[in-house]
Nanobody, 120 residues
Framework: QVELVQSGGGLVQAGGSSRLSCLAS????????MAWYRQTPWSTRALVAS???????DYQESVKGRFTISRNSAEKMIYLEMNNLQRAATSVYTC??????????????WGLGTQVTVAS
């Protein structure tokens, strides 16, 4: 019905930057909150940043001032700009969105995840 397709990620040197993108595809009637999560093999999935339909944002404390979440609802895109990356940011980053699909029910959708590895 609806898919979140991610792009970006890979190996980044410490202190460098990276940008993640996520496209919501399929039959979509409305998009609510959109967010980025991250998870490592030794941690549970945690919210990195979220953005409401009106542009209100919320960030994990550890990324404030360095990460920026943005969205283009018309293009059904969400982005995460990551600056001054350190090894602690190494994780699988997954996009999320609350979407009203063809059945007119709001449901949770997740991307497949993208590995971001920061060299020490």
């Amino acid at each position: 019905q609806v898919e979140l397709v991610q792009s970006g990620g890979g190996l980044v040197q410490a202190g460098g930057s990276s940008r993640l993108s996520c496209l919501a595809s399929g039959v979509i009637n409305d998009i609510g909150v959109m967010a980025w999560y991250r998870q490592t093999p030794w941690s549970t999935r945690a919210l990195v940043a979220s953005i409401s339909p009106t542009g209100n944002t919320d960030y994990q404390e550890s990324v404030k001032g360095r990460f920026t979440i943005s969205r283009n609802s018309a293009e059904k895109m969400i982005y995460l700009e990551m600056n001054n990356l350190q090894r602690a940011a190494t994780s699988v980053y997954t996009c999320y969105s609350r979407i009203q699909g063809p059945l007119f029910r709001y449901e949770d959708y997740w991307g497949l995840g993208t590995q971001v590895t920061v060299a020490s």
